[in-house]
């Protein structure tokens, strides 16, 4: 999303991804400012950081945006 947060590049990713309009939950691997910022004046989207990853959210998403990263901290965590 870049280095200065901007909803619209926000947007342009949910619409590239073919997600806009839906109830999207991004997980990301740390609390990433940015990518909050981006995204918080959306109301069809929750960020998360994978420490932060719960029942409630995922069942709400219609979908979930996951970084490759994000992914392998779930499994670590769910293996220990």
């Known amino acids: ?3 200065v947060p901007r909803t619209k590049k926000a947007v342009e990713l949910l619409k590239k991804l073919g997600i806009d309009g839906e109830k999207v939950l991004v997980v990301l691997p740390q609390k ?3 990518a909050y910022k981006s995204f918080r004046n959306l109301p069809y ?3 998360l950081p994978v420490e ?3 029942v409630y959210d995922m ?5 979930l ?3 490759a990263q994000s992914l392998e901290k ?3 965590r769910l293996a220990s």
Not at 59 to 63: G, T
């Open 1 to 3: 999303l870049g280095d």
């Open 32 to 34: 990433e400012e940015v």
């Open 45 to 47: 989207v929750r960020v």
């Open 52 to 54: 932060g990853l719960n």
């Open 59 to 63: 069942l709400w998403a219609d979908k």
């Open 65 to 67: 945006l996951l970084t």
């Open 74 to 76: 779930i499994y670590e």
